[in-house]
């Protein structure tokens, strides 16, 4: 099993990424932890990459709803984004889990993109949420249809 610490990197004045890469579980999931909160308190707007995870577990699911609900509670000072791998095993752990609860994006220019739009909200934009193919877009007013 391949074992990576987390790695950040800031990506803007504001915008932090978390670089999760090789597998994440229970005795790891507290690193995870510990760098979305390093970039919640380096700045206003994390993008959890996953791009390149092979493995994640209930464990570290935890910690990226906790990440969510620090940025749903904190009034639009927070902001998260998680970007997945299409058709991947981690989008579809994700949506198991999370389903409806995180704003997903296909790659990084399009989490990027997102927490620098200026009409980017603590509640998200349906216009920069990722759906896979296949997933009907939610409607207005549903938990991921903003």
Known sequence: MERVAPR??????????????????????????????KA?????ASILDLQD???IDSMVMGVI??????ALSSGGAHRLAVVVEPNSQIERVIHIGL?????????????????????YSA??????????AGRPTPEPGHPSGR
């Open 8 to 37: 950040l990197e800031q990506a803007g004045q504001n915008v932090w990424i978390v670089l999760l890469q090789g597998e994440y579980d229970l005795s790891n999931a507290d690193q995870v932890d510990e760098a979305l909160d």
């Open 40 to 44: 919640f308190l380096a700045g206003s």
């Open 53 to 55: 995870a092979t493995f």
């Open 65 to 70: 709803a906790k990440a969510r609900l620090r």
């Open 99 to 119: 389903d409806h609860y995180l704003d997903l994006y296909a790659d990084r220019h399009a989490a990027l993109t997102a927490m620098n739009a200026d009409s």
């Open 123 to 132: 509640d998200g934009v349906e216009a920069h949420v990722w759906f896979p």
